[in-house]
């Protein structure tokens, strides 16, 4: 959460998105992030629960009634099915959906307009990159302020701009920036003319500078059913990473038993720092697989296979492994057997 914030305060100051939203935008990232955080919080929490038993000799007793690890898989699915049933929603239907509230609200205040764009004391860029202000100090609000410079490219010409003071003026539907006192240079690109020009009152049309138009939609914003629908690189990326959230939940309810099993002389910090490095490998791996589906490099289902399906042998194996008290030396006896008989 505290590089989250940092790294939004970050995207804030760059003029990402409207400082004021900083805790909006918190909130939505922390929706997209809410599958990653339940995962964690429910594969430590069995792995906390049954070290505890551990420790307390509780284990001793579930395994003197005739029971097993392999007992434990149906009450914990029992009592993790309802954050898996939302794990899957948040993944499918509520990641997309909070990141596309972002990107709007980036969008929206990347095509304000030039006026409100404009910041005392900063340069400020306009939404299509060809004019630039700078005011010095504001006067009430936004309407008018002191010590005004605008530099303008368009046209193929370069324009300067400042002037003492300026007002902004609403003329019929359309609104001008009324500058008092001041000079213009103009100027045509790749020729040394410079023309200058001082006035009283200088006029100048200033709108909302909306980007254009675009059909490019970033594809962690587009509805699962939209990715299912199209099936590019690009989608199959996307879907990897949430039907991944949703399978590594569910293989880490069952690594989670396998691994909780911990000796009560050493205690169980070892066991959460082992489930830490488990849990941040996992997901790594699954972020690194979705850049390799997207370029190619991986299919879809080979990297669901490989990734989830060969966590879930492993998790299951060593499940088995802690169930029938299997030790290395006993699986590998028979291969040693074999290798003493087979020279006679």
Same mark, same amino acid.
């Given at each position: 959460?505290?590089?989250?914030?940092?790294?939004?305060?970050?995207?804030?100051?760059?003029?990402?998105?409207?400082?004021?939203?900083?805790?909006?935008?918190?909130?939505?990232?922390?929706?997209?992030?809410?599958?990653?955080?339940?995962?964690?919080?429910?594969?430590?929490?069995?792995?906390?629960?049954? &070290?505890?038993?551990?420790?307390? &000799?509780?284990?001793?007793?579930?395994?003197?009634?005739?029971?097993?690890?392999?007992?434990?898989?149906?009450?914990?699915?029992?009592?993790?099915?309802?954050?898996?049933?939302?794990?899957?929603?948040?993944?499918?239907?509520?990641?997309?959906?909070?990141?596309?509230?972002?990107?709007?609200?980036?969008?929206?205040?990347?095509?304000?307009?030039?006026?409100?764009?404009?910041?005392?004391?900063?340069?400020?860029?306009?939404?299509?990159?060809?004019?630039?202000?700078?005011?010095?100090?504001?006067?009430?609000?936004?309407?008018?302020?002191?010590?005004?410079?605008?530099?303008?490219?368009?046209?193929?010409?370069?324009?300067?701009?400042?002037?003492?003071?300026?007002?902004?003026?609403?003329?019929?539907?359309?609104?001008?920036?009324?500058?008092?006192?001041?000079?213009?240079?103009?100027?045509?690109?790749?020729?040394?003319?410079?023309?200058?020009?001082?006035?009283?009152?200088?006029?100048?049309?200033?709108?909302?500078?909306?980007?254009?138009?675009?059909?490019?939609?970033?594809?962690?914003?587009?509805?699962?059913?939209?990715?299912?629908?199209?099936?590019?690189?690009?989608?199959?990326?996307?879907?990897?990473?949430?039907?991944?959230?949703?399978?590594?939940?569910?293989?880490?309810?069952?690594?989670?038993?396998?691994?909780?099993?911990?000796?009560?002389?050493?205690?169980?910090?070892?066991?959460?720092?082992?489930?830490?490095?488990?849990?941040?490998?996992?997901?790594?791996?699954?972020?690194?697989?979705?850049?390799?589906?997207?370029?190619?490099?991986?299919?879809?289902?080979?990297?669901?296979?490989?990734?989830?399906?060969?966590?879930?042998?492993?998790?299951?194996?060593?499940?088995?492994?802690?169930?029938?008290?299997?030790?290395?030396?006993?699986?590998?006896?028979?291969?040693?057997?074999?290798?003493?008989?087979?020279?006679?």
């Amino acid at each position: 959460m505290t590089m989250t914030l940092i790294r939004t305060l970050g995207q804030a100051s760059r003029g990402s998105f409207n400082p004021s939203d900083v805790i909006l935008v918190m909130g939505y990232i922390v929706l997209a992030y809410m599958p990653t955080i339940l995962t964690m919080s429910l594969f430590i929490s069995i792995i906390a629960t049954l &070290s505890r038993m551990y420790r307390d &000799s509780e284990m001793v007793i579930w395994f003197t009634s005739g029971r097993g690890l392999s007992s434990l898989l149906g009450p914990l699915f029992r009592f993790a099915w309802p954050v898996l049933l939302v794990v899957m929603a948040l993944a499918l239907l509520v990641l997309p959906w909070s990141n596309l509230q972002i990107e709007n609200m980036k969008d929206q205040y990347e095509k304000r307009g030039d006026i409100e764009r404009i910041e005392p004391g900063q340069f400020q860029e306009s939404a299509g990159g060809k004019r630039v202000f700078f005011v010095e100090k504001n006067a009430s609000g936004q309407q008018s302020g002191s010590n005004v410079f605008i530099a303008t490219t368009e046209y193929g010409k370069e324009t300067i701009t400042s002037a003492r003071s300026g007002r902004i003026q609403r003329v019929g539907q359309d609104r001008f920036l009324m500058l008092g006192n001041g000079q213009r240079l103009e100027s045509v690109i790749g020729k040394s003319d410079l023309k200058i020009s001082e006035f009283e009152e200088y006029g100048t049309k200033v709108g909302v500078d909306v980007l254009g138009g675009t059909d490019y939609v970033p594809t962690n914003t587009r509805p699962t059913l939209a990715l299912l629908s199209n099936l590019t690189l690009p989608n199959l990326a996307e879907l990897s990473w949430r039907i991944g959230l949703i399978l590594a939940a569910i293989n880490f309810v069952i690594i989670g038993i396998a691994v909780s099993s911990v000796n009560p002389r050493v205690g169980r910090s070892a066991n959460l720092i082992f489930a830490m490095f488990a849990f941040v490998m996992y997901y790594n791996l699954l972020n690194l697989g979705q850049s390799w589906i997207a370029s190619g490099k991986f299919t879809f289902s080979g990297f669901l296979l490989v990734l989830h399906g060969g966590a879930l042998l492993l998790g299951t194996f060593w499940l088995a492994k802690g169930h029938n008290n299997w030790r290395w030396r006993t699986l590998l006896r028979p291969a040693n057997l074999f290798l003493r008989k087979s020279p006679t």
